[in-house]
């Protein structure tokens, strides 16, 4: 059986992602997901084992916060942040969590603990990420995928100028998702630049799109 595994999607789903799933028996996404449409997506590759991320709102709630089950004779518990994971990860094969939006695997004993990352919108130069597992006769192979990064499909004038109107709402103090919809924009680009005109206090556009990569 072949997993496909990944979190922290935030509204998107880039096509190297779903080629990079092509093939796999069961999806396994750790939260964050942000709309149904991208569980809907999925679910033409496979079938879509989900739990319910910080950032998914209400129509996230039939959503299970963790999920503790058994795929291909292993026994599998996922949830969204690491804060949530019992205390005794023993009893598993295979511990899945998101969040941090960047790629750890480990093993304690015969337990494999794993965060595919983020293969969403690229946060600052982390690597945008996803994995696949092997599952054969009990024992488990992971994969760490790496998708390359290219700059965001918007032509630089255009995110020039998009950057400057996030920055003067911010001002005006408007949220993320006020700009977003007052404006029309990607609610997960508009919440980029806020974030890093925030931690980056008197950074300027051109700042801006160079920690963004563009």
Same mark, same amino acid.
């Given at each position: 059986?072949?997993?496909?595994?990944?979190?922290?999607?935030?509204?998107?789903?880039?096509?190297?992602?779903?080629?990079?799933?092509?093939?796999?028996?069961?999806?396994?996404?750790?939260?964050?997901?942000?709309?149904?449409?991208?569980?809907?997506?999925?679910?033409?590759?496979?079938?879509?084992?989900?739990?319910?991320?910080?950032?998914?709102?209400?129509?996230?709630?039939?959503?299970?916060?963790?999920?503790?089950?058994?795929?291909?004779?292993?026994?599998?518990?996922?949830?969204?942040?690491?804060?949530?994971?019992? +205390? !005794? %990860?023993?009893?598993?094969?295979?511990?899945?969590?998101?969040? =941090?939006? &960047?790629?750890?695997?480990?093993? *304690?004993?015969?337990?494999?603990?794993?965060?595919?990352?983020?293969?969403?919108?690229?946060?600052?130069?982390?690597?945008?990420?996803?994995?696949?597992?092997?599952?054969?006769?009990?024992?488990?192979?992971?994969?760490?995928?790496?998708?390359?990064?290219?700059?965001?499909?918007?032509?630089? +004038? !255009? %995110?020039?100028?998009?950057?400057?109107?996030?920055?003067?709402? =911010?001002? &005006?103090?408007?949220?993320?998702? *006020?700009?977003?919809?007052?404006?029309?924009?990607?609610?997960?680009?508009?919440?980029?630049?806020?974030?890093?005109?925030?931690?980056?206090?008197?950074?300027?556009?051109?700042?801006?799109?160079?920690?963004?990569?563009?």
């Amino acid at each position: 059986m072949k997993l496909g595994i990944l979190s922290d999607t935030h509204n998107l789903l880039r096509p190297q992602v779903l080629s990079a799933l092509r093939g796999v028996d069961v999806i396994l996404h750790a939260g964050d997901i942000s709309k149904p449409d991208i569980l809907a997506q999925l679910k033409r590759t496979a079938p879509v084992f989900a739990v319910r991320g910080n950032n998914d709102r209400n129509w996230a709630e039939p959503l299970p916060v963790y999920r503790d089950f058994v795929l291909g004779g292993v026994r599998i518990y996922m949830t969204h942040r690491k804060q949530d994971l019992p +205390g !005794d %990860l023993s009893p598993f094969d295979l511990v899945i969590v998101g969040h =941090s939006h &960047r790629y750890t695997e480990m093993q *304690e004993g015969h337990t494999i603990l794993l965060n595919p990352g983020s293969c969403g919108p690229r946060r600052f130069h982390q690597p945008i990420t996803l994995a696949t597992a092997e599952v054969t006769d009990g024992s488990i192979s992971v994969t760490r995928i790496e998708i390359p990064h290219t700059a965001p499909n918007i032509p630089a +004038g !255009d %995110l020039r100028t998009q950057i400057e109107l996030v920055l003067r709402e =911010s001002d &005006r103090g408007r949220s993320p998702g *006020e700009i977003a919809q007052r404006f029309g924009m990607d609610a997960a680009l508009t919440e980029q630049i806020v974030r890093l005109y925030v931690t980056h206090p008197g950074v300027s556009v051109d700042g801006i799109m160079r920690k963004m990569g563009v």
